[in-house]
């Protein structure tokens, strides 16, 4: 299980209450290995996102494993739940979900800090300094652009300097041109850390960028192929 970063085995997942209720996952069993980036894509409606959520602990299925860095995430209450993944696993949105009234430093400090983490301005200044954004330390998300915003959200998902980074459609409120040095430097940080990248994406030049791509449709995997990326 050690070379494995998740894990999924006949996971199912249905959302809503009554007449309203979709099932949305249907039976996903699916493996990533440690290190690996891997580009989910597939139709609006098809359960890529959800999974993804799901992989990082956001959604609880309804049966079925989903085991994460070699922890099952069914055995953990809400509390050891939120814990680990302010640790283990770094989530960047498509809705950069700044604080507003926190400028950029502060945002990122803001899981350290959580945590009891006495470095966390520290470590919250290197990371901006990492994502190019040194001088922008005390602006507010309002005074930043969209790309800027967006790196901000990345440094925050790293400074735990956690194991699993997800993204889901990370460009998909950018211009082409800010939404390709925004994919640059998720695939450099991944490099560079070592961490296993899973990303939500509708553009498959973008997908074509991974060791991988798991093709969903109607909240089945449909195809599930390496890509030669050298």
């Known amino acids: 299980m050690q070379d494995k970063a998740i894990a999924l085995h006949d996971v199912d997942l249905s959302l809503g209450r009554g007449a309203a209720r979709v099932h949305i996952l249907k039976g996903i069993s699916l493996t990533i290995p440690k290190g690996e980036a891997v ?18 602990g956001l959604e609880r299925p309804d049966s079925g ?19 680990f993944r302010g640790r283990r ?13 926190m400028t950029a430093l502060e945002n990122v400090a803001l899981p350290l800090e959580l945590a009891g983490d006495s470095e966390a301005f520290e470590r919250a200044e290197a990371e901006l300094q990492a994502v190019g954004l040194g001088h922008r330390l005390h602006h507010y998300p309002a005074q930043l652009s969209g790309g800027e915003q967006q790196r901000v959200a990345i440094a925050r998902a790293i400074v735990p300097n956690p194991a699993i980074l997800v993204a889901d459609e990370p460009t998909g409120n950018l211009d ?5 040095s925004i994919i640059d430097l998720l695939f450099a940080l991944k490099r ?5 990248l899973v990303l ?31």
């Open 192 to 196: 560079d850390r070592g961490a296993t």
């Open 89 to 101: 696993i770094g989530i960047v949105f498509q809705s950069f979900h700044l604080v507003p009234t």
């Open 39 to 56: 580009g989910l894509v597939g139709p609006s409606g098809s359960g890529k996102s959800t999974l993804l959520m799901t992989m990082a």
């Open 200 to 230: 939500v994406t509708h553009d498959l030049n973008l997908a074509r960028l991974c060791d991988r791509m798991v093709r969903l449709r109607s909240g089945q995997v449909e195809a599930d192929a390496a890509l030669d990326v050298a």
């Open 176 to 180: 082409e041109k800010t939404g390709g």
């Open 65 to 83: 494993k989903v085991i994460v860095d070699g922890t099952d995430l069914s055995g953990l209450d809400e509390d050891a739940l939120a814990r």
